[in-house]
């Protein structure tokens, strides 16, 4: 093979190869060709869904913006009404208007007593008031104020019944101030409620108001109930309560619902003549209230003219140093037989009747109301009685306490309660109300007898001192 043949061959073969590479490019591009028309397709499509989506946000960003312009409207045309409300008319918002005020000076050691309608304020001794700074006043001004209403609704709904409507509001006031920024405290610096009586229909009760603001008028601004208050109904449409600790606004509400008492009354007591040999002064009872009293919780008793606190925290201590928690206290009321005349600093005093406390039916100095940590505490009495049958009624100046009662001691107590003998131990002061009288010191259950002066007998015979009993002025521990 020559020289040109064998070039020949080698270009040949050269050509086929090319060939056979050019097909296989153009296979290869072909079908790229076609994965990027694939390609191409589906990204057309995404771009018309995308467009779509963006045509559809437009619209919704559109009605967003619209609804946002409207709200903003809406709130500067609600805040301009509610400031020509709040500011220019002032007739949706609640108002408390004083109509009505009692006040006293109050020296914390000594205590006192307030009235102002139905309603009655007793503030123990050793009640204190702590202002909002922390001071501790043992002087200040305590007042009972009423209150008309304005734009005021009817209570929250209670277990799915439908809210009271208020009557009218009280509120009590320290210097002036009606605020929860003050509370009544004892020497501790622990709260000591005032005791709070009053007489209202069985059909009510009253709600807590806070929130609101006082003007300089007394008038009571805005606020709102904030949950009912704790009565003890006693009976006769008298209500007492041992919670209130802050001088803020209480209102009256009708219920619809009549108030049960638990007092147990006993019917009266005739006295047994055999019991009784001689002709000694008798105090039988003839009307006796009795109730269990938990020691936590407290209690209270009316019967007649008369009416038994028993605050929360008052326990019994026995003879023998056992302290009750849980015993049936009595306010016993007793008819005086056989009276004996009292001849003190040349008056002449007459036993009108006479009444007494009774643990489980004893009525006996050798029991005590002491509070948890044993110390005596005195059950608070309140006689409803003018006190001026104690005192000379043409003095020009109202007495701040008197003696309108005395400690009756050394009897013996008969079967059927009769308290047989006695005699007159010491005088009992009793802080003077408004045709009612307080005693705040009481811490035995034993008998009280209340006299009257008979005025103009001041030189007495012989035959009517025999007549009188001895006197002592010390207290024995009983007040």
Do not use: C
């Not at 070039?7 to 050269?14: A, H, K, M, P, R």
């Not at 509370?183 to 005791?195: H, S």
């Not at 209102?251 to 638990?262: D, P």
């Not at 019994?316 to 009276?339: C, D, E, M």
Request: glycine share 8%; hydrophobic share 40%.
């Amino acid at each position: 093979m020559n020289t040109q043949t064998i070039g020949l061959v080698i270009l040949v073969v050269i050509l086929a190869v090319g060939l056979g590479y050019v097909g296989y490019l153009y296979s290869t591009t072909a079908s790229i060709a076609s994965k990027y028309m694939v390609l191409q397709n589906q990204y057309q499509q995404l771009q018309s869904k995308y467009q779509t989506l963006e045509s559809e946000y437009s619209v919704l960003v559109t009605n967003y913006t619209n609804l946002e312009n409207q709200y903003m409207s809406l709130q500067g045309q609600y805040q301009s009404l509610e400031g020509m409300s709040n500011s220019s008319m002032g007739m949706m918002q609640p108002e408390f208007i004083p109509v009505g005020e009692a006040t006293i000076t109050v020296n914390a050691t000594q205590g006192a007593t307030v009235r102002l309608g139905n309603i009655i304020a007793v503030i123990r001794p050793d009640t204190y008031v702590e202002t909002p700074s922390g001071q501790i006043l043992s002087t200040y001004q305590f007042s009972i104020i009423d209150y008309i209403l304005e734009n005021v609704g009817s209570t929250p709904m209670e277990m799915g019944m439908g809210g009271s409507p208020p009557i009218y509001a009280f509120a009590y006031a320290v210097n002036g101030q009606v605020s929860p920024g003050y509370t009544f405290v004892n020497q501790k610096g622990k709260p000591q409620a005032i005791i709070t009586v009053v007489r209202m229909p069985s059909t009510w009760t009253t709600w807590t108001w806070l929130g609101f603001t006082e003007e300089s008028n007394g008038t009571l601004i805005s606020g709102h109930y904030a949950f009912p208050d704790n009565w003890v109904y006693v009976g006769s449409g008298i209500f007492v309560n041992y919670q209130f600790v802050k001088p803020v606004p209480w209102v009256f509400v009708y219920t619809g619902m009549s108030a049960m008492s638990m007092t147990v009354y006993t019917s009266e007591t005739t006295p047994n003549s055999t019991e009784v040999t001689t002709m000694e002064t008798e105090l039988v009872p003839i009307s006796i209230g009795t109730i269990i009293v938990n020691a936590t919780q407290g209690g209270a008793v009316a019967v007649g003219n008369l009416l038994a606190i028993i605050p929360p925290g008052t326990y019994v201590k026995t003879l023998n140093g056992q302290i009750l928690n849980t015993y049936n206290f009595s306010l016993v009321y007793q008819a005086v037989y056989n009276p004996s005349y009292l001849n003190e600093s040349g008056m002449i005093y007459w036993p009108i009747f006479a009444y007494a406390f009774a643990i489980n039916n004893e009525i006996s100095p050798e029991y005590t109301f002491v509070n948890a940590s044993g110390s005596p505490t005195p059950v608070i009495t309140i006689a409803f009685l003018p006190p001026q049958a104690f005192y000379n009624p043409s003095s020009m100046i109202m007495p701040t306490k008197i003696s309108a009662s005395w400690t009756w001691l050394g009897y013996a107590e008969l079967p059927d309660g009769t308290l047989l003998g006695g005699n007159y131990a010491f005088a009992d002061s009793w802080l003077v109300g408004d045709d009612y009288i307080v005693n705040v010191v009481f811490v035995k259950p034993v008998p009280w007898v209340f006299v009257a002066p008979i005025h103009g007998l001041t030189n007495m015979t012989g035959n009517m001192m025999s007549m009188s009993q001895s006197t002592s002025y010390s207290s024995g521990g009983y007040s």
